[in-house]
């Protein structure tokens, strides 16, 4: 069996922020968290169908440092069915307990170079060695979808 992790922010979807100065673009919707607390967002095109295929490989959990309830809502808003979201809160309690988790294979998919994200990986290595896959940076559909040819290329990691 294998554990498929991946990350959201930047991977399957992209928060606008002002504090940076991006204006959302025209496919991005309003994702609330509570009264104060409002994003908008876009999808990666192909987002859905990559994590489909990941599913066929084995069973699929969101690892993000992004807070839980943040993560709930991206999960429920765009239907990205996981059934499992480990956030910062988890990844800042300690490791992961293996005993929750099939033995055999740990993947994990994330938008920043391996040497960025010790956490995550420090995290995942109570469960087995992380086989770890640089996904291309998400901004914007114009200029980095999910193509099939990236989808193939990606999940290609997984399939033996």
């Given amino acids: ?17 002002i504090v940076y100065g991006e204006t959302p673009t025209k496919d991005a919707v309003k994702v609330e968290l509570n009264e104060n607390e409002i994003y908008d967002v876009v999808l990666r095109n192909g987002a859905i169908k990559f994590l489909s295929y990941l599913r ?16 709930a809502a991206m999960n429920q808003k765009f239907n990205l069915r996981f059934e499992h979201i480990f956030s910062r809160e988890h990844i800042q309690a300690g490791q992961a307990d293996p005993s929750f988790f099939a033995k055999g294979s740990v993947y994990l998919y994330d938008n920043l170079p391996r040497h960025e994200n010790r956490s995550k990986i420090v995290f995942l290595r109570p469960i087995n060695d992380v086989n770890y896959i640089q996904v291309p940076v998400f901004y914007n559909n114009k200029t980095s979808p999910f193509t099939d040819s990236l989808i193939d290329s990606l999940v290609s990691h997984v399939k033996d």
């Fill in 1 to 17: 069996m294998k554990n498929i992790f991946v990350d959201i922010d930047e991977t399957l979807l992209h928060t606008f922020s």
């Fill in 56 to 71: 066929t490989y084995g069973d699929v959990y969101a690892l993000t440092a992004a807070t839980a309830d943040y993560a």
